[in-house]
T-cell receptor, first 111, second 107 residues
Framework: ETGVTQSPTHLIKTRGQQVTLRCSSQ?????VSWYQQALGQGPQFIFQ???????GRGNFPPRFSGLQFPNYSSELNVNALELDDSALYLCASSLDHYEQYFGPGTRLTVT | KNEVEQSPQNLTAQEGEFITINCSYS?????LHWLQQHPGGGIVSLFMLSSGKKKHGRLIATINIQEKHSSLHITASHPRDSAVYICAVEYPDKLIFGTGTRLQVFP
């Protein structure tokens, strides 16, 4: 049984660019949640996908969008990157709405 | 006011000490999570609680639903316990996280 994996590990982008982050769920899990963690802060909920549908969204602008695939892996897309988007992006998978298992995160730096 | 409050923010201890980290929340929840985050970012789920108490090795987590309060205890602390401990409360569609407690255990 593989755990939650995320790619890439680190990423540097320029302001205004677009980025796609990827998350592979733990085997058997059908729910993926994405979180943004700024330096020194606790994670903030971005959105959750359940069986390929968005199932809840935090206070993030529409330029943060997501997708969940039939194999329950997921992507987080961020358009028109801003400097404040620099953060650690975490995904977590779960079966239905039970305990979440976190990936190692993708550290995004926007310059 | 944050929905999830943790205390203390920072904690230092000598190896072997008993550690307590507290978490309070403001509205009813379906469950509460205790998470551990090491430098570099990886988060490990320690406990998920909806009532009572859970124990895993030297870690004990308790929750009082009526008082909207949870505690994480570490017995016989060890330098490898040094990490940020995060409390997160669960609603049907999301987790709300506290800002974390940074624990340093010195030999």
């Amino acid at each position: 049984e593989t755990g939650v994996t995320q790619s890439p590990t680190h990423l540097i982008k320029t302001r205004g660019q677009q980025v796609t982050l990827r998350c592979s769920s733990q085997s058997g899990h059908n729910t993926v949640s994405w979180y943004q963690q700024a330096l020194g802060q606790g994670p903030q909920f971005i959105f959750q996908y359940y069986r390929e549908e968005e199932n809840g969204r935090g206070n993030f602008p529409p330029r943060f969008s997501g997708l969940q695939f039939p194999n329950y892996s997921s992507e987080l897309n961020v358009n028109a990157l801003e400097l404040d988007d620099s953060a650690l992006y975490l995904c977590a998978s779960s079966l239905d709405h039970y305990e979440q298992y976190f990936g190692p995160g993708t550290r995004l730096t926007v310059t | 006011k944050n929905e999830v409050e943790q205390s203390p923010q920072n904690l230092t201890a000598q190896e072997g000490e008993f550690i307590t980290i507290n978490c309070s929340y403001s509205v009813g929840i379906s469950a509460l999570h205790w998470l551990q985050q090491h430098p570099g970012g990886g988060i490990v789920s320690l406990f998920m609680l909806s009532s009572g108490k859970k124990k895993h090795g030297r870690l004990i987590a308790t929750i009082n639903i009526q008082e909207k309060h949870s505690s994480l205890h570490i017995t016989a602390s060890h330098p490898r316990d040094s990490a940020v401990y995060i409390c997160a409360v669960e609603y049907p569609d999301k987790l709300i996280f506290g800002t974390g407690t940074r624990l340093q255990v010195f030999p």
